[in-house]
């Protein structure tokens, strides 16, 4: 298996497109970024280096709903991170879930 490429979809965060998620994550100390979740298996999915510090990757198959983290290897160790970019979270300290902003549904805003 070859490196990872970077994903062509702009946006930070997950963003789902159809068939899959792009994953970006800015993260300019790290040595590898790789994203596991509640896809491929369980396995991570590793990210590759945009430059600049921004890891991104697309994961096909994962969507939304999936539950997600990244896995952060810098200075030697291995770091299981929520996301920063999270557009929703299980809680404060649990993991990250993919939304599709673009098929989100809201009630029209009314003044109580």
């Known amino acids: 298996m070859g490196s990872p490429a970077p994903s062509s979809h702009p946006g930070m965060g997950a963003v789902p497109y159809p068939g ?5 994550v800015w ?3 790290a040595e590898a970024v790789s994203v596991v979740g509640t896809f491929g298996g369980g396995e991570p999915q590793p ?5 600049t510090g921004y890891w991104s990757g697309d994961v096909a198959g994962a969507g939304p709903g999936d539950r997600y983290h990244y896995l952060v290897t810098a200075g030697g160790e291995v770091l299981l991170r929520i996301a ?3 557009r ?3 809680h404060s300290a649990g993991e990250a879930v993919v939304v599709d902003l673009g098929r989100r549904r809201r009630a029209p805003f009314q003044m109580p």
């Open 20 to 24: 899959g998620t792009a994953f970006r």
């Open 27 to 29: 993260a300019p100390h």
């Open 47 to 51: 990210l590759a280096a945009e430059g």
């Open 84 to 86: 920063p970019y999270a």
């Open 88 to 90: 929703l979270v299980t």
